[in-house]
């Protein structure tokens, strides 16, 4: 496509359900990246793609919290147990590596909501 | 580790006037800086980025930024406002070359009077 797009574009669940997050990166980029967007935290880094390398979970805040990429392609985000400090925008992001620096093109977020 | 310090998380500026909005950065590397745009309901746009060639960057919709590495600055103006500016700005930092993790400032919100 010609952008990122993440599905559903806004979520509520109640209080530990488990939910999915999709996002599909641009075609042909090799890294995808996720992100969280609150208003305590701001932006803030969650794991990142690249290629067939171990992703990097540095940012992700618990346990709960996993991420996979299936096929080099399309990645899911699933929050167990969902609490309401989770309620958040969730943004992917995907770059071409080996072009230009890493410049990373954002989806429009998909809105979490715990309730 | 890398960090950026956004000053001001609001500023106001009339239609017409001079657009600053101040990014400073800590880098232990050699830095990328970018300027990110969000408008209501919607992701984050690049405006403009440094790479290491010019230091003086040039992006859409009129925006520019500077680096100043004396400084470690990297502040974004555009000489005047428009209406449709309106949003939140973010700058953010990553390592120069490979896939690195953006890191990015808390934000400033321009709003834009007529």
């Known amino acids: 496509g010609a952008g990122v797009s993440q599905s559903p574009s806004n979520k509520v669940t109640e209080k530990g359900k488990d939910v999915e997050l999709r996002c599909d990166p641009i075609?042909?980029?090799?890294?995808l990246y996720w992100y969280r967007q609150s208003l305590g935290q701001g932006l803030e880094f969650l794991i990142y793609?690249?290629?067939?390398?171990?992703?990097?979970k540095s940012g992700l805040p618990s346990d709960r919290f996993s991420a996979e990429r299936t096929g080099g392609s399309v990645s899911t985000l699933t929050i167990q147990r969902t609490q309401q400090e989770d309620s958040a925008v969730y943004l992917c992001?995907?770059?071409?590596?080996?072009?230009?620096?890493?410049?990373?093109?954002f989806g429009p977020g998909t809105r979490l909501t715990v309730l | 580790a890398q960090s950026v310090t956004q000053l001001g998380s609001h500023v106001s500026v009339s239609e017409g006037a001079l657009v600053l909005l101040r990014c400073n950065y800590s880098?232990?590397?050699?830095?990328?800086l970018f300027w990110y745009v969000q408008y209501p309901n919607q992701g984050l746009q690049l405006l403009l980025k440094?790479?290491?060639?010019?230091?003086l960057v040039k992006g859409i919709n009129g925006f520019e930024a500077e680096f100043k590495k004396s400084e470690t600055s990297f502040h974004l103006t555009k000489p005047s406002a428009h209406m449709s500016d309106a949003a939140e700005y973010f700058c953010?930092?990553?390592?120069?070359?490979?896939?690195?993790?953006?890191?990015f400032g808390k934000g400033t919100k321009l709003t834009v009077n007529p």
């Open positions: 440094y790479t290491s060639a010019a230091t």
């Open positions: 880098s232990s590397v050699p830095p990328y």
């Open positions: 992001a995907s770059s071409l590596i080996g072009s230009e620096t890493n410049t990373q093109y």
């Open positions: 793609f690249q290629g067939n390398s171990a992703p990097d």
């Open positions: 953010a930092v990553s390592a120069q070359g490979g896939s690195e993790k953006l890191v």
């Open positions: 075609s042909g980029h090799t890294a």
